[in-house]
């Protein structure tokens, strides 16, 4: 029997992970990915700024799993029905149990032009393009649009602007946050709202909030309602659909993250809706722990398949209980945990602790030390430089 996981990021690796321990020997686990390595996607922005950390980001999958056969390849398609996914230049792979862990894309909202003139930040690559591009902006003083206020844009446009203070361009660079919703992140409570507002004012970042973006030039961002901006760069955090295997769907799954009979969704990739009957947001934290509940069922099913005979396993079902959140804004931080909201030298800890932690959780020990070094290394920097 074979056992299938496509994509290693959080949701793909946390199963996998667990799957290493608690499947049968005899069934084999194999993790299809088209990058090879695990991503801790969620600090990409920081290589905006601090490119060097982008290798502690950035994990070989031979060094987070143990028994899994890995195979470097992208999944064109997946046919749970038949059991095969088809693979870059047509080869197929056959499976018993398919774990989708695709992640998402970014979505454009079928504007094309903004598809064309944005760079998206999804990627490792796009984090040395949204840089590379920067640089000029930095050069020759200008204007960086990012588009989308989400978790994903926040923490871009707080990096620009920090990057713009530590190169003394404040003055002749804007960034400039423009979210359709009336506050920032759309969607949370109004207090996390408040102190993420303070925190961008304070970075410098300029937020048009109520603003939507309706197309793009090669010079300026148009919106709804409103004059054009112009731009001198463009990054496009605007929300993600579902992978292109799944023809940018994103499945409905319920709590128990079964998509079919032989296969199981979540991350990003799924539109999971929760034991509560409540629609995750797609997040980091969120995916980290469906992998759980994920893992557990597979296991059961893959058992129960194995023995057949007697009822159906019963199945674990996901609760998103919501722990807290955390969002960078340069070299500020805003932290919700439980009903307090923290700002400053305490959410900075908070962050430092989670990313460290997390990296540990999937065995990067050393790349967990090397975080909380840059973090104390990056905290000293700027205790000495003069404001
Ligand atoms: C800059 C940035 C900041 C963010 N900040 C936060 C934050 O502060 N908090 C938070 O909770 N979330 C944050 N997020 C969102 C979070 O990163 C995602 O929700 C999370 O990565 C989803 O995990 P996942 O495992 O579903 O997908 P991913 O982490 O995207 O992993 C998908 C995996 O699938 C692989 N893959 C994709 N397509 C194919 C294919 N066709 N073939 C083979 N392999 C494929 C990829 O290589 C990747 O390894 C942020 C995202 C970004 C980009």
């Given at each position: 029997m074979r056992v299938a996981i496509f994509g290693a990021g959080y949701a793909g690796l946390g199963v996998a992970r667990r799957l290493e321990r608690s499947l049968p020997d005899d069934v084999e686990l194999i993790v299809v990915d088209e990058s090879g390595e695990h991503v801790v996607r969620h600090l990409l922005h920081r290589g905006i700024r601090y490119p060097d950390e982008l290798a502690h980001i950035r994990l070989p999958l031979g060094l987070v799993l143990e028994r899994a056969t890995i195979r470097e390849a992208r999944v064109e398609a997946l046919d749970h029905t038949a059991g095969?996914?088809?693979?870059?230049?047509?080869e197929t792979l056959s499976y018993?149990?398919?774990?989708?862990?695709?992640?998402?894309?970014?979505?454009?909202?079928?504007?094309e032009d903004v598809a064309e003139y944005a760079t998206p930040l999804h990627r490792p690559a796009d984090v040395d393009t949204i840089r590379d591009d920067f640089e000029a902006?930095?050069?020759?003083?200008?204007?960086?649009?990012?588009?989308?206020?989400?978790?994903?844009?926040?923490?871009?446009?707080?990096?620009?602007?920090?990057?713009?203070?530590?190169?003394d361009a404040s003055e002749t660079v804007a960034v400039t946050l423009v979210e359709q919703a009336d506050a920032v992140p759309p969607g949370f409570d109004d207090r996390l709202q408040d102190a993420v507002g303070d925190a961008l004012e304070s970075a410098g970042v300029e937020c048009h909030t109520s603003t939507t973006i309706t197309g793009a030039t090669d010079d300026a961002v148009t919106v709804a309602d409103g004059d054009p901006i112009?731009?001198?760069?463009?990054?496009?955090?605007?929300?993600?659909r579902g992978p292109a295997a799944q023809d940018g769907d994103r499945p409905t799954v319920p709590a128990t993250l079964?998509?079919?009979?032989?296969a199981f969704a979540l991350g990003d990739a799924a539109d999971v809706v929760d034991a509560d009957g409540t629609r995750v947001p797609p997040t980091a934290h969120a995916a980290i722990r469906q992998a759980g509940v994920a893992a557990t069922n597979v296991a059961r099913v893959v058992e129960h398949r194995l023995a057949p005979g007697g009822f159906e396993p019963r199945l674990e079902?996901?609760?998103?209980?919501?722990?807290?959140?955390?969002?960078?804004?340069?070299?500020?931080?805003?932290?919700?945990?439980?009903?307090?909201?923290?700002s400053g030298a305490p959410a900075n800890a908070v962050k430092t602790t989670v990313g460290a932690g997390y990296l540990t959780s999937i065995g990067a020990v050393e790349d967990a030390v090397a975080h909380v070094q840059d973090a104390v290394a990056h905290e000293s920097a700027r205790d000495v430089t003069p404001q």
């Amino acid at each position: 029997m074979r056992v299938a996981i496509f994509g290693a990021g959080y949701a793909g690796l946390g199963v996998a992970r667990r799957l290493e321990r608690s499947l049968p020997d005899d069934v084999e686990l194999i993790v299809v990915d088209e990058s090879g390595e695990h991503v801790v996607r969620h600090l990409l922005h920081r290589g905006i700024r601090y490119p060097d950390e982008l290798a502690h980001i950035r994990l070989p999958l031979g060094l987070v799993l143990e028994r899994a056969t890995i195979r470097e390849a992208r999944v064109e398609a997946l046919d749970h029905t038949a059991g095969v996914a088809t693979l870059t230049d047509g080869e197929t792979l056959s499976y018993d149990f398919g774990v989708v862990t695709l992640g998402g894309d970014p979505e454009f909202f079928g504007l094309e032009d903004v598809a064309e003139y944005a760079t998206p930040l999804h990627r490792p690559a796009d984090v040395d393009t949204i840089r590379d591009d920067f640089e000029a902006v930095l050069a020759d003083g200008g204007r960086v649009v990012v588009g989308g206020g989400g978790l994903t844009g926040i923490q871009t446009a707080g990096e620009l602007a920090a990057l713009a203070r530590e190169r003394d361009a404040s003055e002749t660079v804007a960034v400039t946050l423009v979210e359709q919703a009336d506050a920032v992140p759309p969607g949370f409570d109004d207090r996390l709202q408040d102190a993420v507002g303070d925190a961008l004012e304070s970075a410098g970042v300029e937020c048009h909030t109520s603003t939507t973006i309706t197309g793009a030039t090669d010079d300026a961002v148009t919106v709804a309602d409103g004059d054009p901006i112009r731009y001198d760069q463009f990054v496009w955090a605007g929300g993600i659909r579902g992978p292109a295997a799944q023809d940018g769907d994103r499945p409905t799954v319920p709590a128990t993250l079964r998509l079919g009979p032989n296969a199981f969704a979540l991350g990003d990739a799924a539109d999971v809706v929760d034991a509560d009957g409540t629609r995750v947001p797609p997040t980091a934290h969120a995916a980290i722990r469906q992998a759980g509940v994920a893992a557990t069922n597979v296991a059961r099913v893959v058992e129960h398949r194995l023995a057949p005979g007697g009822f159906e396993p019963r199945l674990e079902r996901y609760n998103d209980d919501e722990m807290g959140w955390l969002v960078s804004v340069g070299d500020d931080a805003v932290a919700r945990v439980g009903p307090t909201i923290l700002s400053g030298a305490p959410a900075n800890a908070v962050k430092t602790t989670v990313g460290a932690g997390y990296l540990t959780s999937i065995g990067a020990v050393e790349d967990a030390v090397a975080h909380v070094q840059d973090a104390v290394a990056h905290e000293s920097a700027r205790d000495v430089t003069p404001q």
